[in-house]
């Protein structure tokens, strides 16, 4: 019995870069379309069942209704039965839920945060991210059919982990506590507030520790990106501090958006390396794009990338590889 887990965040792509940027909108109702497709490309395969994460969108519902009533679903189509919250805990809980139903891959429909408060849910589930939030270096691009193959075929492996990349991720402690996490960068600003949980005001960011960087990415990861590129396979991390007088880069923080900053310092940090600073203000540390971490002056913070975080699917080995047992093969 092979089965997948379907986490599509309604909220995504809706922040407040809307409003200084010009980022693609997908809607909830092309999300709902995208989800039909993951599932009947997931049926045609094998997959038996798959579990939908609720939501206020009810998305779940929208593409079994549609489904059913057009005649063409065949697997066991389910969502997850909690009191949600409408808010990130109800993308980790439903994270944990399909882990613990023992689903062979989990799609997160959504942006960097949404995929990262997936990861924090899972510790073994391969996870494959469809970008349909607004800065998206975490999750790709990718048609639901393909993705819903790419989700069935993990699931009907006996040997997933072939076809993923154990990434990297960003540990962040305060005084020592462990705070949160994570998957592409960690930026330091002089905000005081949460506010709209997105970072966009460039003239406020003080730090940026990555993952990975790459001037093709949209986001804070570009910054380090346009001074130094670092791949998901490298096994090492980057930090910069911006500031007045340093080197001038142009980096596409937004959509759209060519920004000139200045990188003051850059270093290499290798897997385990703590970048430690002491706080000599207010600040906060957004995640992923999202304002997540209030530090107090005088707090010692320590930011470190380790390779430990989820097992992220790659479509096209993990298509090539079920193309090679024989997947397509009809019977």
Not at 75 to 81: A, E, P, Y
Not at 96 to 111: A, H, K, N, S, W
Request: aromatic share 6%; with cysteine.
């Amino acid at each position: 019995m092979a089965s997948i887990g379907i986490i599509a965040n309604p909220a995504s792509g809706k922040d407040i870069r809307r409003l200084v940027s010009y980022a693609t909108t997908i809607d909830n109702n092309e999300k709902v379309n995208i989800c039909k497709r993951i599932v009947l490309a997931a049926q045609g395969l094998g997959v038996d069942s798959a579990y939908f994460m609720p939501e206020t969108f009810m998305i779940g519902y929208a593409v079994k209704d549609s489904l059913e009533s057009d005649g063409v679903l065949s697997l066991s189509l389910g969502v997850l039965d909690f009191e949600i919250e409408a808010a990130m805990e109800d993308t980790v809980r439903s994270a944990r839920m399909l882990e613990e139903l023992g689903v062979g891959c989990i799609v997160v429909l959504g942006g960097d945060g949404t995929s990262r408060a997936a990861s924090k849910g899972i510790t073994k589930t391969p996870m494959l991210s469809i970008s349909t939030g607004t800065n998206n270096v975490y999750p790709a691009m990718m048609e639901g059919t393909v993705a819903g193959m790419a989700a069935a075929a993990v699931s009907l492996m006996s040997e997933p982990y072939e076809c993923c990349i154990h990434d990297k991720r960003i540990t962040v402690r305060v005084n020592g506590e462990v705070r949160d996490i994570a998957l592409i960068d960690a930026v330091v600003s002089d905000d005081f507030y949460a506010g709209a949980k997105a970072i966009w005001d460039p003239e406020r960011i003080r730090r940026i520790v990555v993952t990975r960087c790459h001037p093709a990415t949209i986001g804070f990861s570009a910054v380090a990106g346009a001074y130094r590129i670092v791949e998901d396979t490298e096994d090492t991390g980057f930090a910069v501090e911006l500031g007045q007088h340093g080197e001038g880069v142009l980096a596409p923080i937004a959509a759209g958006v060519l920004t000139p900053v200045h990188v003051a310092d850059a270093r290499t940090l290798r897997l385990g390396e703590e970048y430690r600073f002491v706080s000599e203000s207010r600040c906060m540390i957004a995640l992923d794009g999202e304002r997540e971490v209030l530090v107090t002056p005088g707090s010692e913070v320590s930011l470190t990338v380790e390779r430990d975080g989820p097992y992220r699917v790659l479509p096209r080995k993990a298509l090539q590889r079920a193309a090679e047992l024989g997947m397509y093969r009809l019977k």
